[in-house]
């Protein structure tokens, strides 16, 4: 091999090191208000596997509740259907249906997961917003004294 294949073969290569480095896919995070979506909208962005990180709120107020060593996920699949899990188990395994309840202090409602199935004590959950990939899920909603705020993000 001659100087001029070396250099051909290291510019080459090079070359292929920066495309890689610089094509890459910058990641883009979701931001969208849920509270004032329609029900098939908001199913629409929610769905997938969420793990549960943290819980936020509550009679404390502004306590923050640390749930990410729980392994705990909660999945939303098609025809509103819900699987619930903690450790591998199944805790809940239902479909939710859509509530409405009139907001107290504007003309907004809320759009609230109600659960449906036997022996099921889950609260009830709106979905607040996605931001920077993180679901937040009011429960039971928000509006009601002492809610806490679930944070979630999506499994990849």
Known sequence: MNKSSIFTLVLVVLSTLF????????????????ESKEPSTIQTFIRGKWRVRYASGGI?????????????????GPRRKILHTVDHKVKMDTIYQWLTYPS??????HHVMGFIGEGI???????????????????PFVGNPDFMLLYLTKER
Not at 19 to 34: H, R, S
Not at 121 to 128: M, T
């Open 104 to 109: 107290s202090n504007s003309d907004q409602v």
């Open 19 to 34: 495309c890689f480095v610089k094509c890459q896919k910058e990641k883009t995070y979701l931001n969208i208000a849920l």
């Open 60 to 76: 404390c107020g502004n306590c923050q509740f640390d749930r990410s060593n729980l392994n705990e996920y909660y999945t939303f």
């Open 121 to 139: 004590r889950s609260p009830l959950f709106e979905p607040v917003q996605i931001k920077d990939d993180t679901l937040v899920l009011a429960q």
